[in-house]
């Protein structure tokens, strides 16, 4: 006990917490303070513990410490923990490029290797800006995005973000995109996808590209978007000829109930962005994956090259393990796990959404949110539901009023269900 004491009262002293308003924290919060976890579940500093309802912003899609997540790792480390990428390379960096591209969407067949979703997000502004500068279309300097996206926090990243509270202050140093609206109910797509059409046809010639979270905003809070509207984007970048950009780096591997997004609308865009779930909760690791033509713009006099990278690119740690994530996905038969899975989420929402106080729900494979009712990051009546459930042993923290679970993929049935009745409970116990 006076052991946790002491990590709150250095933590209050010392750390400054991310997306965390400080005041509030240091008066009224006791954080949670996890020593363990394993599989679905964190524990903290008093042995109680909590199912991990966004799987540790949405990370550890394989749970917590897979065995074979922990072996990989644990081998790797005997032989190669980290050297260079620029012009050397090693055997977890070039194999995991083979695995990923034979599982892409069609047409990507190079790898760019960084450390993070803000960071795949930054090569692919960059690849796509350069890849005109230097063949023939120098006015195709703008990128495209949606209302309410996220892409990170890096400035390019953030320039592309579409949510004021992460990007307002920052508006002096950021660039300006061309944004698409994004219609939020079923009535307004038709009008919508119009719009986005008028929008890509007028700036065809300046667009360097459309930079996409493919059917599902995460951090807009799960805003969910027909197939029809990926699809029409692709249609329309194609007549273009301009690059869609995917940012999967919440999506890809499963989460939306296929491996990738894109697959709901069977497209495949010129850009796949991969983080997060991608090194199985365990490293900072990304990957942004191109096609041949990308790449091909690269080549030629030295002066064309990509003079880009990170101090960690394809760090052999993280490439390690990615590669023993794709290995569990296909050896757990994680899509057989998904597709039995996610109706139960969906049926469990579908119903959460007939209590007073729920405006509206929405899921899709293992995603599955609803709204009270607040506007925006700000609003409050989403953490009376995560104090609820805090008491009930689940940690589900909200995103302002739209509260969510995006579960760890093979999540066993029984915390599954714990964790869907629990958040009904919280629900109703915030609303009463
Ligand atoms: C989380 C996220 C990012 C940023 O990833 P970081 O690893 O936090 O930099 C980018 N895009 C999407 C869609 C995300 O969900």
Not at 318 to 341: F, H, M, T
Request: glycine residues 8%.
């Amino acid at each position: 006990m006076t052991h946790r004491a002491d990590l709150v009262a250095l933590d209050k002293r010392h750390v400054w917490h991310p997306y965390t308003p400080m005041d509030r924290y240091l008066a009224e919060t006791d954080p949670l303070v996890v020593v363990s976890a394993e599989g679905s579940w964190l524990t903290d500093a008093d042995g109680r513990r909590y199912l991990d309802a966004n799987a540790s912003w949405w990370v550890a899609s394989l749970g917590h410490r897979h065995p074979a997540l922990v072996a990989a790792l644990r081998t790797q480390l005997d032989s190669l923990a980290h050297c260079a990428l620029a012009g050397i390379t090693h055997e977890p960096a070039a194999r995991l490029a083979a695995e990923l591209t034979a599982i892409a969407p069609p047409g990507l067949s190079r790898v760019f290797y960084s450390d993070n979703g803000s960071t795949a997000v930054e090569v692919a502004v960059k690849l796509c800006g350069q890849y005109w500068a230097q063949n023939g279309r120098p006015a195709r300097t703008r990128f495209i995005a949606l209302d309410g996206a996220f892409h990170g926090e890096t400035l390019g990243a953030t320039s592309l973000g579409g949510v004021s509270t992460f990007t307002r202050v920052y508006a002096p140093w950021t660039f300006e995109v061309i944004r698409l609206p994004v219609a939020d109910d079923q009535t307004t797509w038709a009008q919508c996808l119009e719009e986005v059409s008028r929008i890509l046809r007028n700036h065809a010639d300046e667009v360097a590209g459309v930079v996409v979270e493919p059917m599902v905003q995460g951090a807009a809070g799960m805003r969910m978007h027909p197939p029809e509207f990926l699809r029409a984007l692709r249609e329309l970048t194609r007549e273009a000829d301009t690059f869609l950009v995917a940012d999967e780096v919440f999506t890809g591997l499963w989460r939306t109930g296929s491996r990738w997004a894109c697959d709901h609308a069977d497209v495949a865009p010129d850009v796949l962005c991969l983080a997060k779930s991608l090194s199985g909760a365990m490293l900072p690791f990304a990957a942004t994956l191109t096609t041949e033509r990308l790449f091909d713009g690269f080549r030629g006099d030295d002066s064309r090259a990509f003079f880009y990278g990170h101090t960690y690119c394809g760090n052999p740690l993280g490439a390690a393990v990615a590669r023993a994530a794709l290995a569990v996905y296909r050896d757990e038969d994680i899509p057989a796990q998904v597709s039995q899975k996610a109706p139960r989420i969906a049926d469990a929402f579908a119903r959460m959404g007939e209590l007073p106080g729920v405006v509206r729900t929405r899921s899709l494979g293992m995603i599955g949110a609803l709204d009270l009712g607040g506007d925006g990051y700000l609003a409050r009546t989403g953490w009376r539901v995560f104090e609820e459930a805090r008491a009930r042993g689940i940690y589900l923290r909200p995103m302002g009023d739209t509260v969510y679970v995006t579960p760890p993929l093979n999540i066993p049935d029984g915390d599954l269900t714990t964790l869907l009745e629990g958040v009904e409970e919280s629900v109703r116990a915030a609303l009463k």
